[in-house]
């Protein structure tokens, strides 16, 4: 299982990679997120419930699709998850390894570690990235949207 002090390392390395000193910004923001979701995750409902995460996630492991070495002797991996191509969460910023366990959304394709979107849903029910909303809007009217 991963932790957040895993999310937290990820978060590290990348900082390392970019030099920026206002990513020290980025991660006590990530700390609010955390903060807040657990706020939210006990006041207000606003994330899926277990079942929802059960019934609409898919977890699948991340492949290697193609491996190729640079001229200068690098290791490149095209990745992907059930044939969908992916580089790196959104949620954390790290890159996806091989056999890593990452949730496809079924509406946008969007990919993301398991343990970061599961965390994402406890106070979001929208993509992080694109807000496409993944699971059914809870206590909708029914009403008929096409008019
Ligand atoms: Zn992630
Ligand atoms: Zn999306």
């Known amino acids: 299982m991963y932790t957040d002090l895993d999310l937290l390392l990820a978060r590290l390395e990348g900082r390392d990679e970019q030099r920026v000193e206002g990513a020290r910004d980025a991660g006590e ?3 609010d997120f955390l903060l807040l979701s657990d706020v939210l995750g006990q006041a207000v409902p606003a ?3 277990a079942t929802e995460l059960a019934e609409t996630l ?3 492991r991340v492949e290697c699709e193609r491996r ?3 001229k200068s002797g690098k290791v490149k991996s095209k990745l992907s998850v059930v044939g969908v191509r992916c580089v790196d969460c959104a949620i954390c910023l790290a890159r996806f390894k091989v056999d890593q366990f990452a949730v496809v959304l079924p509406e946008c ?3 993301f570690h398991d ?3 599961r965390s994402w849903f406890r106070l979001s029910r929208v993509c992080p990235v694109c807000r496409a909303p993944t699971f059914p809007e809870p206590q909708a009217p029914q009403r008929d949207l096409l008019q």
């Open 29 to 31: 923001g990530y700390d």
């Open 58 to 60: 898919t977890v699948a």
């Open 109 to 111: 394709l969007h990919i």
């Open 115 to 117: 343990h970061c979107i």
């Open 68 to 70: 190729r070495v640079t």
């Open 47 to 49: 994330g899926a419930s």
